[in-house]
């Protein structure tokens, strides 16, 4: 079973496009997160989500807009895309909101915008 | 808000050698600090952790260790093996003025490790 699951896993898409990535916890953590790795390979949290809430929003764009149905699940979806957003996408999730213990990345979405 | 700043951003080695990667990080209140590797096209995943009331802490060929005064921590990988080769990043957890995080993890900007044969 993979423990933290995302789709699609590439996705390739015109500039002002809008779309949608998933992610799917089945190890009941309560807290969510996207991160966005760049061409350069660098991490850098986007949104967490603790139990449905969101609690962390690290000036992103309004365009991106994540979503968390239950805390199993965290979506991501894009308005209006651009080619700077092109950059793989991981989800990822933890047993303690307080630390980040336990972290555990999702296989990762890799945009690219044409 | 934590800056973590990670140091070479290449090494190359030979198979048999120590590899030593370090990261400084800005937040005194920070007090978890994982390492991960990446694997090219793949996920990262956490290879060891730290926490700020442990000096340092090893398992089998890989060690940590932690200076808190001076605000830095390494990762050491002895002997050296061909599947080694990844990029690595440590990342450190910082506190907010409440005292919690949750489990924001700042991240350096990784070191690719290249280790020849």
């Known amino acids: 079973d993979t423990a933290v699951s995302q789709t699609p896993k590439y996705l390739v898409t015109q500039m002002g496009n809008d779309k949608s990535i998933k992610c799917e916890q089945n190890l009941g953590h309560d807290t969510m997160y996207w991160y966005k790795q760049d061409s350069k390979k660098f991490l850098k949290i986007m949104f967490s989500?603790?139990?449905?809430?969101?609690?962390i929003n690290e000036t992103v764009p309004n365009r991106f807009s994540p979503k968390s149905p239950d805390k199993a699940h965290l979506n991501l979806h894009i308005n209006s895309l651009e080619l700077g957003d092109s950059a793989v996408y991981f989800c990822?999730?933890?047993?303690?909101?307080?630390?980040?213990?336990?972290?555990?990345f999702g296989s990762g979405t890799r945009l690219t915008v044409v | 808000g934590e800056n973590v700043e990670q140091h070479p951003s290449t090494l190359s080695v030979q198979e048999g050698d120590s590899a030593v990667i370090k990261c400084t990080y800005s937040d005194s209140a920070s007090n978890y600090f994982p390492w991960y590797k990446q694997e090219l096209g793949k996920r990262p995943q956490l290879i060891i952790d730290i926490r700020s009331n442990v000096g340092e802490k090893k398992d089998q060929r890989i060690a940590v260790t932690l200076n808190k005064t001076a605000k830095h921590f390494s990762l050491h990988i002895t002997e050296t093996q061909p599947e080694d080769s990844a990029v690595y990043f440590c990342a450190a957890s910082p506190l907010n003025a409440g005292g919690t995080s949750y489990g924001k993890l700042t991240f350096g900007q990784g070191t690719i490790l290249t280790v020849h044969p």
């Open positions: 989500y603790n139990n449905k809430e969101l609690i």
């Open positions: 990822a999730s933890s047993q303690d909101r307080g630390r980040g213990y336990g972290y555990t």
